[in-house]
């Protein structure tokens, strides 16, 4: 019957086919981090593993396979600090900023977070790992924590400074039958079957026997001796005495020791090199390459290729003739700045400022994501690039889908589709900061329904700038006092009227210019503050705006958030103010976000509200009556709970969160509505057996009523879009699993109109 089914299916109709790489289930995350920064890279029997400071990945040596792994998909936290793994096995550990620890085996996780917990004065952080056989060696700050793998839990922690204080633990290594460990008081060494908890097992092997006195940076052994740096140099055991092995001015980051090959992971100045030694020291070859080891970390010797982790670069791996660069597609950084969301295109920036509005000094420029790869330019990309630091602002031009930047120091700039760049700084309308003549400061951008580009110049005496669709430039006194001429973000609603967000605790302004843009005569302005009579926001800190679908404008503060209803006659009615929400939760009410940092705010395509604060973010309903959804570090894959930015792509319901410590994202059931079924699609579809998510039809009316039907017309199930999205869990009205089969999506529009819009099928075991 299976086979007849599916005979009729593929005879009779097309259903177009989205792989999952392509478009993420309805309730899944995933993360955007940035996964060039490789910091140390280790091997297991068949993979090779890669650490960035925010996530890891690993490939498969076999066929490179490249698989993350985040907080999105199982891991206890972001921001590694170290890993460790077993080469003749399959176990990895990993360590985290704030000591928690996972350990890796056949892809399933168990986290140790005994250290993490343990209440201990001084640094707990993990430097690196050791492993030998079933015991994972940490190195830490106060000292070495032992880790059984077997039971996964904290075998023993050794204490071993001078006179049994806490020692800062750079490396540990064995060879023979002694333990070394690398401190900040030298190199120690212990009979392997002492008591190794006890330190006046531990002797100081520095300031004797040749080895120069001091800290330690790394060690290794090789040949039943062991190699240390010191200052730049590499040092070699040779019984009871240590000889200078090798030193050649540069910087050395790390030692690793792979089949009798000492690999030094070398810096100078902008330049970078793994260089081989033999065992006796001799150079057996030096590995470089301008791109790929600019800042070299770690690497390793693995079935005959060198890998090596790169912070610029990313891991690549030598096979001796060429390079081949293994990185997932990820933006080069953590956006710090806007993120938008601008015509199926996610723009995001990584500028910045501080809590004083003074700049960053950020170069990592500006990033997209476009069909699910991302794409950058910043100044090592493109040279002109190189001055313009701290991007915060972007807008995407309708005309000829060129984008806008603006940068918080060096001006305006254009990137057309060709990649060629103009800047705008001097000799254009962009005007430094008045109190900084070197500082031209772009903090706010948005193109209005006639294409102009109206820019927000913070600092500059006319702070508010426009670019009309013919090239010309006019400029804005903003007519009240402002700290520093202070303007930010700028939302334009449906009267085209525009809304400046005004820092330096100075509230946010509309401004109407009228019917004629060129005539000053018709502008008006209205301010809007704390207390009644002012405007009625919250507070005066302001931190973000956002319009809905009503053509309000919802303003984010320090201390809560407030409505705008009245902009049809904001410049007109004097009693024109805020609106402060009640939001019920539980059998509590209470004004909306009241005493919280409100960060962000955007609106799905249902008019619900996504706010990002400090302390994670909220899904509100349309009219801020309900809470939704509720994401948090705790309670969810959230990267962070500093939510700084929210950008929704309308298309897909994908809403991308920029936080402190990277950009995560999750597939939202609301899509932006249109007004007739075009482009229907259903995700998945097949529908694999065994499934049990939820079934997206994208792509119909607004609002439109969805029904799912069998071939002879029998109702299996009925329901509303969000949007131009619908929602399934392919169940039956009854809650029954549907069988195998062709069924048919219909769909109504405003006017009640039904057809056919697409086909699911569903294949059963």
Same mark, same amino acid.
Not at 77 to 90: H, N, R
Not at 350 to 379: C, H, I, M, Q, R
Not at 387 to 398: E, F, Q, W, Y
Not at 592 to 603: G, H, N, P, R
């Given at each position: ?61 076999? !066929? ?386 006639? @294409? ?66 060129? @005539? ?27 319009? !809905? ?217």
């Amino acid at each position: 019957m299976l086979q007849r089914i599916l005979a009729f299916y593929c005879a009779a109709i097309t259903i177009p086919f989205v792989s999952l790489a392509q478009l993420q289930p309805i309730g899944q995350w995933r993360d955007h981090l940035p996964y060039q920064q490789v910091t140390s890279v280790a091997n297991t029997v068949d993979k090779i593993w890669a650490a960035t400071p925010y996530s890891l990945f690993s490939v498969e040596v076999a !066929d490179n396979t490249i698989e993350r792994w985040s907080r999105t998909n199982g891991l206890s936290e972001t921001g590694i600090s170290a890993i460790g793994a077993d080469p003749a096995g399959q176990r990895v550990v990993i360590a985290y900023n704030n000591s928690n620890i996972d350990v890796l085996v056949d892809d399933k996780l168990i986290n140790i977070n005994s250290l993490k917990n343990a209440t201990i004065a001084g640094d707990k952080s993990v430097k690196t790992i050791f492993i030998d056989q079933q015991l994972a060696y940490l190195a830490t700050g106060i000292g070495i924590v032992v880790i059984n793998l077997d039971k996964y839990e904290i075998k023993d922690t050794y204490i071993i400074g001078n006179g049994g204080s806490k020692v800062a633990v750079n490396a540990i290594t064995s060879s023979g039958n002694a333990v070394y460990a690398a401190t900040s008081e030298g190199l120690k060494k212990a009979p392997a079957n002492s008591n190794l908890a006890d330190f006046r097992n531990w002797q100081l092997v520095s300031g004797s026997n040749g080895l120069p006195a001091g800290n330690v940076q790394t060690l290794a052994a090789v040949q039943n001796n062991v190699v240390a740096i010191r200052n730049d140099s590499l040092w070699l055991q040779a019984g009871s005495t240590w000889n200078l092995l090798y030193r050649d001015g540069w910087a050395i980051n790390n030692c690793t020791v792979t089949n009798n090959k000492i690999l030094l992971s070398e810096t100078n100045n902008n330049t970078g090199r793994i260089v081989v030694l033999t065992s006796s020291g001799t150079t057996e070859q030096t590995i470089q390459d301008a791109q790929l080891t600019t800042a070299p970390r770690q690497a390793v010797f693995f079935q005959n290729e060198y890998y090596i982790a790169d912070t610029l670069a990313g891991l690549s791996n030598y096979s001796g003739t060429a390079f081949h660069r293994l990185v997932p597609d990820a933006p080069p950084a953590i956006a710090t700045g806007a993120v938008q969301a601008l015509h199926n295109t996610i723009w995001a920036t990584a500028g910045g400022v501080n809590a004083n509005w003074e700049p960053l000094n950020n170069k990592n420029g500006l990033f997209s994501f476009t069909d699910n790869t991302w794409n950058f330019y910043n100044g090592m990309r493109f040279p002109k690039l190189d001055s313009l630091t701290d991007l915060v602002a972007v807008a995407a031009d309708p005309a000829d889908e060129s984008v806008w930047a603006g940068s918080f120091g060096g001006g305006l700039v254009n990137i057309k589709k060709d990649n060629s760049i103009s800047i705008f700084k001097q000799n254009s309308p962009v005007q430094p900061a008045y109190f900084n003549a070197k500082s031209y400061r772009v903090s706010g951008l948005a193109f209005d329904g006639d @294409n102009n580009l109206w820019v927000a110049n913070y600092g500059g005496l006319n702070p508010l700038l426009v670019k009309k669709t013919d090239g010309s430039w006019l400029s804005f006194i903003i007519p009240f006092a402002l700290t520093e001429q202070a303007v930010a973000q700028i939302v334009i609603d449906d009267n085209n009227q525009k809304w400046i967000v005004l820092p330096k605790n100075n509230g946010i302004a509309c401004f109407n210019h009228g019917q004629s843009i060129d @005539n000053p005569g018709d502008d008006q302005w209205k301010f809007f503050r704390s207390g009644k009579g002012n405007g009625n926001l919250p507070d005066n800190d302001v931190r973000c705006i956002a319009k !809905d679908k009503n053509n309000f404008i919802w303003v984010g503060t320090a201390k809560g958030i407030g409505i705008i209803q009245c902009t049809q006659q904001v410049v007109t009615n004097n009693s024109c103010e805020a609106v402060l929400p009640i939001v019920q939760q539980d059998n509590f009410a209470g004004y909306l976000f009241s005493d919280e940092q409100v960060q962000t705010i955007a609106v799905d395509g249902a008019d619900r509200k996504w706010v990002g604060t400090q302390n994670g973010v909220w899904l509100l309903s349309p009219d801020a009556s309900k809470i939704i959804y509720r994401f948090t570090e705790s309670n969810s894959p959230l990267l962070n709970n500093d939510v700084k930015q929210i950008a929704i792509d309308g298309k897909t319901g994908e809403v991308f969160f920029a936080t402190a410590k990277g950009i995560c994202s999750f597939r939202s059931t609301a899509t932006e509505a249109t007004e007739t079924n075009s482009e229907v699609l259903v995700f998945p579809n097949p529908v694999p057996p065994g499934y049990t998510g939820t079934i997206a039809v994208r792509g119909v009316a607004n609002n439109a009523i969805v029904k799912i039907t069998e071939l002879n017309g029998r109702l299996v199930y009925q329901t509303k879009a969000i949007g131009s999205q619908a929602v399934w869990n392919g169940k039956d009205y009854n809650g029954r699993s549907i069988s195998s089969g062709v069924y048919l999506v219909l769909a109504s529009d405003e006017e009640h109109q039904q057809k056919l819009v697409t086909k699911i099928v569903f294949i059963q075991k």
